[in-house]
Protein backbone atom coordinates (compact mmCIF):
# COMPACT_ATOMS: atom_id res chain seq x y z
CA UNK A 1 0.00 0.00 0.00
CA UNK A 2 1.30 3.45 -1.20
CA UNK A 3 2.11 6.48 1.33
CA UNK A 4 -0.56 8.97 1.43
CA UNK A 5 1.54 11.84 0.72
CA UNK A 6 2.05 14.92 -1.51
CA UNK A 7 5.27 13.80 -2.62
CA UNK A 8 4.46 10.09 -3.07
CA UNK A 9 5.28 8.97 -6.37
CA UNK A 10 4.81 4.81 -6.14
CA UNK A 11 0.71 5.59 -6.68
CA UNK A 12 -1.04 4.34 -9.68
CA UNK A 13 -3.12 7.25 -9.87
CA UNK A 14 -1.84 10.59 -11.25
CA UNK A 15 -2.88 13.03 -8.38
CA UNK A 16 -3.80 17.24 -8.77
CA UNK A 17 -1.33 17.99 -6.36
CA UNK A 18 1.12 16.18 -8.85
CA UNK A 19 -0.29 17.36 -12.39
CA UNK A 20 -0.33 21.58 -10.52
CA UNK A 21 3.45 20.58 -9.87
CA UNK A 22 4.42 19.58 -12.74
CA UNK A 23 2.71 21.93 -15.48
CA UNK A 24 4.53 24.49 -12.87
CA UNK A 25 7.82 23.12 -13.60
CA UNK A 26 6.94 21.78 -17.53
CA UNK A 27 5.42 25.59 -18.78
CA UNK A 28 2.14 24.11 -19.95
CA UNK A 29 -1.02 24.78 -18.41
CA UNK A 30 -2.95 27.69 -17.57
CA UNK A 31 -1.73 30.11 -14.34
CA UNK A 32 -4.07 31.54 -12.32
CA UNK A 33 -3.08 34.40 -9.63
CA UNK A 34 -5.65 36.09 -7.45
CA UNK A 35 -4.82 39.98 -7.60
CA UNK A 36 -4.10 41.73 -4.35
CA UNK A 37 -4.33 45.46 -3.30
CA UNK A 38 -0.93 45.92 -4.87
CA UNK A 39 -1.82 44.93 -8.80
CA UNK A 40 -4.09 47.08 -9.00
CA UNK A 41 -4.64 51.07 -9.89
CA UNK A 42 -5.82 53.45 -7.21
CA UNK A 43 -8.90 55.68 -7.16
CA UNK A 44 -6.91 59.08 -8.26
CA UNK A 45 -4.47 57.31 -10.62
CA UNK A 46 -4.58 58.33 -14.30
CA UNK A 47 -5.55 54.74 -16.49
CA UNK A 48 -3.17 55.33 -18.94
CA UNK A 49 0.02 56.03 -17.28
CA UNK A 50 -1.17 54.23 -13.68
CA UNK A 51 0.21 56.97 -11.61
CA UNK A 52 -1.17 60.14 -9.14
CA UNK A 53 -3.26 62.54 -11.30
CA UNK A 54 -1.12 66.37 -11.45
CA UNK A 55 -4.24 67.47 -13.95
CA UNK A 56 -6.86 65.08 -13.72
CA UNK A 57 -9.91 64.85 -15.83
CA UNK A 58 -12.89 62.16 -15.96
CA UNK A 59 -14.84 60.77 -19.27
CA UNK A 60 -18.29 61.07 -19.05
CA UNK A 61 -18.13 57.17 -18.54
CA UNK A 62 -16.25 57.56 -14.94
CA UNK A 63 -12.55 56.71 -15.99
CA UNK A 64 -10.14 59.18 -14.80
CA UNK A 65 -6.88 60.11 -16.80
CA UNK A 66 -4.12 62.97 -16.10
CA UNK A 67 -4.78 65.72 -19.32
CA UNK A 68 -1.27 65.35 -20.51
CA UNK A 69 -1.51 61.64 -21.10
CA UNK A 70 -4.75 61.93 -22.59
CA UNK A 71 -4.61 64.73 -24.51
CA UNK A 72 -1.01 63.03 -25.88
CA UNK A 73 -3.10 59.59 -27.05
CA UNK A 74 -5.62 61.85 -28.53
CA UNK A 75 -3.02 63.76 -30.98
CA UNK A 76 -1.47 59.88 -31.29
CA UNK A 77 -5.08 58.54 -32.71
CA UNK A 78 -5.56 61.76 -35.33
CA UNK A 79 -1.59 61.43 -36.77
CA UNK A 80 -2.56 57.75 -37.10
CA UNK A 81 -5.91 58.72 -38.67
CA UNK A 82 -3.75 60.78 -40.91
CA UNK A 83 -2.03 58.30 -41.97
CA UNK A 84 -4.39 55.95 -42.78
CA UNK A 85 -6.03 58.26 -44.81
CA UNK A 86 -3.53 59.17 -46.87
CA UNK A 87 -2.87 55.43 -47.48
CA UNK A 88 -6.62 54.59 -48.35
CA UNK A 89 -6.22 57.72 -51.00
CA UNK A 90 -3.22 56.35 -52.35
CA UNK A 91 -4.88 52.74 -52.72
CA UNK A 92 -8.05 54.38 -54.31
CA UNK A 93 -5.92 55.71 -56.64
CA UNK A 94 -4.05 52.67 -57.72
CA UNK A 95 -7.61 51.36 -57.48
CA UNK A 96 -8.82 53.76 -60.27
CA UNK A 97 -5.69 53.64 -62.39
CA UNK A 98 -6.60 49.27 -62.69
CA UNK A 99 -10.40 50.07 -63.47
CA UNK A 100 -9.48 52.65 -65.89
CA UNK A 101 -6.80 50.24 -67.31
CA UNK A 102 -9.02 47.61 -67.74
CA UNK A 103 -11.73 49.28 -69.31
CA UNK A 104 -9.38 50.71 -71.61
CA UNK A 105 -8.11 46.86 -72.68
CA UNK A 106 -11.50 46.18 -73.04
CA UNK A 107 -12.92 48.75 -75.60
CA UNK A 108 -9.34 47.84 -77.39
CA UNK A 109 -9.62 44.35 -77.80
CA UNK A 110 -13.62 45.24 -79.03
CA UNK A 111 -11.89 47.39 -81.78
CA UNK A 112 -9.76 44.92 -82.55
CA UNK A 113 -12.63 42.37 -83.16
CA UNK A 114 -14.23 44.56 -84.86
CA UNK A 115 -11.28 45.27 -88.00
CA UNK A 116 -11.00 41.89 -88.04
CA UNK A 117 -14.28 40.99 -88.46
CA UNK A 118 -14.11 43.59 -91.16
CA UNK A 119 -11.41 42.33 -93.42
CA UNK A 120 -11.86 39.96 -96.32
CA UNK A 121 -11.16 36.28 -95.38
CA UNK A 122 -10.44 35.00 -99.12
CA UNK A 123 -6.97 34.63 -100.30
CA UNK A 124 -5.52 33.68 -103.68
CA UNK A 125 -5.17 30.13 -104.56
CA UNK A 126 -2.31 29.36 -105.69
CA UNK A 127 -0.15 25.62 -106.79
CA UNK A 128 3.33 24.64 -105.59
CA UNK A 129 5.77 24.42 -107.85
CA UNK A 130 8.10 21.65 -108.31
CA UNK A 131 11.09 23.03 -106.32
CA UNK A 132 9.16 23.86 -103.73
CA UNK A 133 7.64 20.62 -103.51
CA UNK A 134 11.29 19.47 -103.19
CA UNK A 135 12.51 21.49 -100.53
CA UNK A 136 9.55 20.17 -98.57
CA UNK A 137 10.26 16.68 -98.76
CA UNK A 138 14.25 17.23 -98.00
CA UNK A 139 13.34 19.02 -94.78
CA UNK A 140 10.55 16.13 -93.53
CA UNK A 141 13.81 13.47 -94.12
CA UNK A 142 16.58 15.43 -92.93
CA UNK A 143 14.22 15.67 -89.65
CA UNK A 144 13.56 11.98 -89.60
CA UNK A 145 17.16 11.11 -89.80
CA UNK A 146 17.70 13.24 -86.71
CA UNK A 147 20.49 10.88 -84.25
CA UNK A 148 18.80 10.32 -80.99
CA UNK A 149 21.71 12.03 -79.55
CA UNK A 150 21.16 15.13 -80.84
CA UNK A 151 17.15 14.90 -79.57
CA UNK A 152 17.96 13.74 -75.99
CA UNK A 153 20.52 16.95 -75.88
CA UNK A 154 17.70 18.74 -76.73
CA UNK A 155 14.95 17.14 -74.43
CA UNK A 156 17.91 17.86 -71.31
CA UNK A 157 18.43 21.49 -72.20
CA UNK A 158 14.37 22.10 -72.09
CA UNK A 159 13.94 19.92 -68.97
CA UNK A 160 16.96 22.11 -67.26
CA UNK A 161 15.90 25.70 -68.53
CA UNK A 162 12.36 24.57 -67.12
CA UNK A 163 13.75 23.98 -63.49
CA UNK A 164 15.72 26.33 -63.32
CA UNK A 165 15.16 29.88 -61.12
CA UNK A 166 17.50 31.97 -63.67
CA UNK A 167 15.75 30.94 -66.37
CA UNK A 168 12.66 31.65 -68.45
CA UNK A 169 12.37 35.29 -67.35
CA UNK A 170 12.59 34.15 -63.68
CA UNK A 171 16.30 35.66 -62.59
CA UNK A 172 14.63 39.05 -61.26
CA UNK A 173 11.45 36.94 -59.37
CA UNK A 174 12.51 36.03 -55.81
CA UNK A 175 12.24 32.23 -54.81
CA UNK A 176 11.35 33.36 -51.44
CA UNK A 177 7.88 31.92 -50.79
CA UNK A 178 7.74 32.87 -47.36
CA UNK A 179 7.85 37.20 -47.68
CA UNK A 180 4.97 38.89 -47.38
CA UNK A 181 5.34 40.34 -50.73
CA UNK A 182 5.27 36.73 -52.73
CA UNK A 183 1.89 35.42 -50.88
CA UNK A 184 -0.84 34.66 -53.62
CA UNK A 185 -3.25 38.09 -52.01
CA UNK A 186 -0.10 40.31 -52.11
CA UNK A 187 -1.34 42.54 -54.20
CA UNK A 188 -4.76 42.36 -53.61
CA UNK A 189 -5.35 45.10 -50.35
CA UNK A 190 -8.51 46.65 -50.99
CA UNK A 191 -8.48 50.36 -49.87
CA UNK A 192 -10.92 50.69 -46.80
CA UNK A 193 -12.13 53.77 -45.45
CA UNK A 194 -10.75 54.83 -41.94
CA UNK A 195 -12.79 55.60 -39.02
CA UNK A 196 -11.92 59.00 -38.53
CA UNK A 197 -13.54 58.48 -35.00
CA UNK A 198 -11.41 58.24 -31.27
CA UNK A 199 -12.29 55.52 -28.43
CA UNK A 200 -11.24 55.90 -25.05
CA UNK A 201 -8.62 53.77 -24.40
CA UNK A 202 -10.32 51.76 -21.27
CA UNK A 203 -14.45 51.81 -22.09
CA UNK A 204 -14.36 51.63 -26.07
CA UNK A 205 -16.71 54.21 -26.24
CA UNK A 206 -16.69 57.55 -28.48
CA UNK A 207 -14.46 59.87 -27.06
CA UNK A 208 -13.88 64.09 -27.94
CA UNK A 209 -11.96 66.48 -26.22
CA UNK A 210 -14.96 68.97 -25.00
CA UNK A 211 -16.15 65.94 -23.19
CA UNK A 212 -13.26 65.57 -20.95
CA UNK A 213 -14.04 67.34 -18.02
CA UNK A 214 -11.49 69.09 -15.23
CA UNK A 215 -11.56 67.13 -11.45
CA UNK A 216 -11.26 68.88 -8.71
CA UNK A 217 -9.79 66.62 -5.44
CA UNK A 218 -10.01 68.09 -1.72
CA UNK A 219 -6.74 67.96 0.01
CA UNK A 220 -6.84 65.40 3.35
CA UNK A 221 -6.15 68.12 6.38
CA UNK A 222 -3.92 65.99 8.52
CA UNK A 223 -1.55 68.23 9.06
CA UNK A 224 1.27 66.38 8.28
CA UNK A 225 3.28 68.33 5.96
CA UNK A 226 6.89 66.15 6.22
CA UNK A 227 5.76 63.47 3.47
CA UNK A 228 5.04 64.34 0.29
CA UNK A 229 1.34 64.19 -1.33
CA UNK A 230 2.16 60.78 -3.47
CA UNK A 231 4.03 59.59 -0.29
CA UNK A 232 0.66 59.31 1.66
CA UNK A 233 -2.01 56.80 1.72
CA UNK A 234 -4.72 58.75 2.34
CA UNK A 235 -4.58 62.00 0.25
CA UNK A 236 -7.78 63.67 -0.53
CA UNK A 237 -11.10 63.64 1.39
CA UNK A 238 -15.10 64.45 0.49
CA UNK A 239 -15.74 68.64 0.72
CA UNK A 240 -19.15 67.67 2.08
CA UNK A 241 -18.63 65.22 4.61
CA UNK A 242 -15.00 65.20 4.92
CA UNK A 243 -14.87 61.60 4.69
CA UNK A 244 -11.65 60.11 3.39
CA UNK A 245 -11.07 58.81 0.00
CA UNK A 246 -10.09 55.66 -1.16
CA UNK A 247 -10.79 52.68 -3.26
CA UNK A 248 -12.93 51.14 -0.77
CA UNK A 249 -15.24 54.38 -0.92
CA UNK A 250 -17.38 54.70 -4.21
CA UNK A 251 -17.39 58.61 -5.29
CA UNK A 252 -18.77 60.61 -7.81
CA UNK A 253 -17.80 63.71 -9.79
CA UNK A 254 -19.98 66.88 -10.02
CA UNK A 255 -19.85 68.21 -13.44
CA UNK A 256 -20.35 71.73 -13.00
CA UNK A 257 -17.23 72.00 -10.48
CA UNK A 258 -15.25 69.20 -10.58
CA UNK A 259 -15.96 68.15 -6.77
CA UNK A 260 -15.27 64.46 -6.02
CA UNK A 261 -18.04 63.44 -3.16
CA UNK A 262 -18.57 60.33 -1.43
CA UNK A 263 -21.95 58.45 -3.60
CA UNK A 264 -22.93 58.50 -0.04
CA UNK A 265 -23.10 61.96 0.18
CA UNK A 266 -24.97 62.13 -3.09
CA UNK A 267 -27.68 59.59 -2.27
CA UNK A 268 -28.52 61.03 1.50
CA UNK A 269 -28.08 64.76 0.54
CA UNK A 270 -27.62 65.96 -3.30
CA UNK A 271 -30.62 63.68 -4.58
CA UNK A 272 -32.98 65.14 -1.83
CA UNK A 273 -33.43 68.29 -3.67
CA UNK A 274 -31.06 67.86 -6.55
CA UNK A 275 -28.79 71.27 -5.37
CA UNK A 276 -25.14 71.74 -5.50
CA UNK A 277 -24.50 71.96 -1.65
CA UNK A 278 -21.35 74.02 -2.23
CA UNK A 279 -22.52 76.65 -4.98
CA UNK A 280 -26.24 76.11 -4.64
CA UNK A 281 -26.79 75.22 -8.19
CA UNK A 282 -29.24 73.03 -9.99
CA UNK A 283 -28.06 69.70 -10.84
CA UNK A 284 -29.26 66.87 -13.49
CA UNK A 285 -28.88 63.43 -13.35
CA UNK A 286 -26.48 63.39 -16.07
CA UNK A 287 -23.95 66.39 -13.66
CA UNK A 288 -23.59 63.13 -11.00
CA UNK A 289 -20.49 60.87 -12.90
CA UNK A 290 -19.68 57.58 -11.05
CA UNK A 291 -15.97 57.79 -10.43
CA UNK A 292 -14.67 54.73 -11.58
CA UNK A 293 -12.19 53.29 -8.85
CA UNK A 294 -10.08 50.55 -8.92
CA UNK A 295 -9.67 47.35 -6.34
CA UNK A 296 -9.25 46.69 -2.64
CA UNK A 297 -8.11 42.97 -2.84
CA UNK A 298 -11.75 42.06 -1.79
CA UNK A 299 -14.48 40.17 -3.34
CA UNK A 300 -17.41 42.49 -2.18
CA UNK A 301 -15.32 45.86 -4.13
CA UNK A 302 -13.89 44.15 -7.05
CA UNK A 303 -16.17 42.02 -9.69
CA UNK A 304 -12.69 40.33 -10.70
CA UNK A 305 -9.47 39.48 -9.22
CA UNK A 306 -7.86 36.87 -10.65
CA UNK A 307 -5.68 37.36 -13.15
CA UNK A 308 -4.96 34.19 -15.98
CA UNK A 309 -1.96 33.43 -17.83
CA UNK A 310 -2.60 30.45 -21.16
CA UNK A 311 -0.33 28.15 -21.62
CA UNK A 312 0.08 25.16 -23.58
CA UNK A 313 -2.74 22.50 -21.95
CA UNK A 314 -0.89 19.42 -20.44
CA UNK A 315 -2.79 16.22 -21.14
CA UNK A 316 -2.90 13.20 -19.78
Known amino acids: MTRHARNCTAGAVYTYNEKKRDAAESGYGTNAKRLGKDSVKSFDCCSLTLQPCRNPVVTKDGYLFDKEAILQYIVTK ?6 KLKEYERLRRVEENELAAEANNKQQARMERFVNAEKPTTTPSHKPTAAAAATVTASKSSDLNATPSTSAAAAAASSVSSISNM ?9 SFWLPSECPNAGAAKAEKPDATIYCPVSQQPLRVKDLIDVKFTLLKDGDTKRSLIAKEARYMCPITHDVLSNAVPCAVLRPTGDVVTVECVEKLIRKDMIHPLTDRKLKDKDIILLQRGGTGYAITNDNLQAKEKRPMLQV
Open 78 to 83: KNEYSR
Open 167 to 175: ANGHEKKLP
